[in-house]
């Protein structure tokens, strides 16, 4: 088997789309190293879903719901190709995974899942209150992934 390198990426990143391409240029330059596979995964979730779910105020229909889900799916994918060709990065269908859920949980176990061996993800690294109280999605499920870990802050190619 081949080692199995995962790049995470965001579609509406905090550091912008440089991070972005650096995970994937981090991705590729390591997955090119080991002799591995290069896979980007980008876990997404509805804006407002738990609230519709249980409001009764909503008036939302389930079936309502369910083609809300579908078409924020569908605006992911078309969302991830138009990054992946923005950022230069040519990976197949069989490697780009929409996962939806959160990142803090669902990215740890699509990695036991999936059997990853090294994850790339992009990292802000806030200071301060907002650092302490929000912290840090890569912080936050270090300590859970059965995969090696390599966070890329923004700037990363100027040496920062």
Not at 56 to 69: H, M, N, V
Not at 77 to 106: F, I, M, S, Y
């Amino acid at each position: 088997r081949y080692p199995k390198v995962v790049a995470t990426v965001e579609l509406d990143a905090e550091g912008g789309e440089g991070i972005t391409r650096e995970v994937l240029k981090m991705g590729k330059q390591l997955a090119d190293l080991l002799d591995g596979e290069l896979h980007v995964l980008h876990v997404w979730s509805a804006y407002g879903e738990s609230m519709l779910r249980r409001s009764s105020f909503a008036g939302l229909e389930p079936a309502d719901l369910q083609k809300y889900l579908e078409q924020t799916e569908e605006h992911c994918k078309e969302d991830l190709r138009a990054l992946l060709d923005r950022c230069g990065c040519k990976v197949g269908g069989d490697v780009t995974h929409l996962v939806k859920g959160e990142p803090a949980t669902d990215i740890p176990y699509f990695c036991r899942m999936e059997d990853v061996d090294m994850l790339v993800m992009g990292t802000v690294a806030r200071s301060g209150l907002i650092g302490v109280l929000l912290g840090n999605t890569a912080e936050r499920i270090a300590h859970d992934l059965p995969a090696s870990v390599v966070a890329v802050k923004p700037g990363g190619e100027k040496g920062n």
